[in-house]
């Protein structure tokens, strides 16, 4: 909500979920805060749904916090569509400060050690891990 509320009069937040209840809650607080025309929700899986993006859709921001093990996925299918200088955002890429070090035994924990040395090499974005709660990736398109 906090994203729509700052989205200039024709902007637009693209959602993306899977879970049709918690959704339905959200919704009704969108409808109450008077957000319900600036939210847009794409029920179903993220990386079908990413695929199916309109042509020439494009972003100046994107968040990312779902299934860990597909970040790197979400990741590639979005990075085109982000303008120059946009931002991406990635949830949770500290793992509970479980990462960098030790054998990760978890594949999501793998999965996002992986894509945090990536994201440290990709020539494609400049990036920043921020010691926020667990971890937030701050990437700039350049």
Avoid at 16 to 34: F, P, V
Avoid at 57 to 76: G, M, P
Avoid at 78 to 101: A, E
Avoid at 121 to 140: H, K, M, N, T, Y
Wanted: glycine content about 8%.
């Amino acid at each position: 909500m906090c994203i729509a509320r700052a989205l200039p009069p024709a902007g637009r937040l693209i959602c993306l979920d899977q879970n049709q209840a918690w959704t339905d809650i959200a919704r009704k607080y969108w409808t109450q805060a008077g957000l319900q025309d600036r939210i847009e929700l794409r029920l179903g899986q993220a990386i079908p749904a990413l695929r199916k993006l309109e042509p020439g859709l494009t972003f100046d921001f994107v968040f990312i916090d779902a299934a860990k093990t597909e970040y790197d996925a979400y990741y590639e299918l979005l990075l085109p569509r982000v303008r120059l200088n946009g931002l991406i955002l990635f949830d949770n890429m500290l793992w509970g400060g479980r990462l960098r070090g030790e054998a990760i035994a978890d594949a999501d924990g793998r999965a996002l050690d992986v894509l945090n040395q990536k994201l440290a090499d990709d020539p494609r974005v400049e990036c920043v891990l921020l010691p926020i709660a667990d971890g937030i990736q701050l990437c700039r398109k350049r």
